[in-house]
């Protein structure tokens, strides 16, 4: 609902509240106008747990004659990220397309979440250092044809969870990410973007200063006067 509709629908409530309820049901609280934002009570719904999620979406397989095991459920449960909504839409997709005999790799495919051996695969080669092994695996992300702002959301998740990363090198990452990703918003080259996501997840990860980066095997150092690499 846009702006203007949202200020229409606002005579509409001043001049019938006494008679009507309004309810609004929405993803994003914050593109709710002011004006009515302000004369409703807001109702804030957690995520559904994996259990509540899991015995409805066995309840749906069950009455629709589907047949899910346990490594697809969780799986459904983990993309959808508490959303019920959301994975009964992915169940559906892939019931049409695979049949009734769904398993996790058929949920990831209708999901357009990336596979977690493509993510660990960027990830490690930012961790090596090498350079040439991140562009190489930036390439293939790309040659997939995989969404690069659902890689850096799944990238984010790795990093938050990583035990052996400081919090100082977890804020560095996560800046670029946000960078990133308000670039990819605004039209950005999507190979460009992951590349120097990448290579930024690389200073970070061996303390290199932020304005000085390796490129290559021929070890050359951009961004500083001077610099020695042994």
Do not use: W
């Amino acid at each position: 609902m846009t702006q203007d509709a949202q200020n229409a629908l606002r005579r509409t409530m001043e001049t019938y509240s006494k008679v009507t309820r309004f309810f609004f049901i929405c993803n994003y609280i914050s593109r709710i106008i002011e004006p009515l934002a302000s004369r409703c009570a807001k109702f804030r719904f957690k995520p559904l747990t994996e259990e509540i999620m899991g015995s409805r979406i066995l309840h749906i397989c069950k009455e629709e004659g589907l047949n899910l095991d346990s490594e697809a459920l969780s799986t459904l449960s983990s993309i959808s990220q508490g959303d019920l909504r959301r994975a009964i839409t992915y169940l559906q997709s892939a019931a049409r397309l695979f049949g009734s005999s769904i398993s996790a790799k058929d949920l990831i495919s209708v999901s357009g979440v990336i596979p977690n051996v493509v993510v660990q695969a960027i990830f490690s080669a930012c961790r090596s250092g090498n350079f040439d092994l991140a562009n190489k695996e930036v390439n293939n992300v790309i040659a997939e044809g995989y969404p690069v702002s659902q890689m850096l959301s799944q990238l984010y998740d790795i990093v938050v969870d990583a035990d052996d990363i400081s919090d100082e090198q977890k804020a560095r990452i996560c800046k670029k990410f946000a960078e990133a990703d308000k670039c990819l918003v605004d039209g950005a080259d999507e190979y460009l973007q992951l590349l120097n996501v990448a290579s930024s997840t690389m200073q970070a990860l061996s303390n290199m200063p932020q304005d000085m980066i390796i490129f290559g095997q021929n070890k050359k150092c951009y961004g500083l006067p001077s610099c020695t690499l042994f």
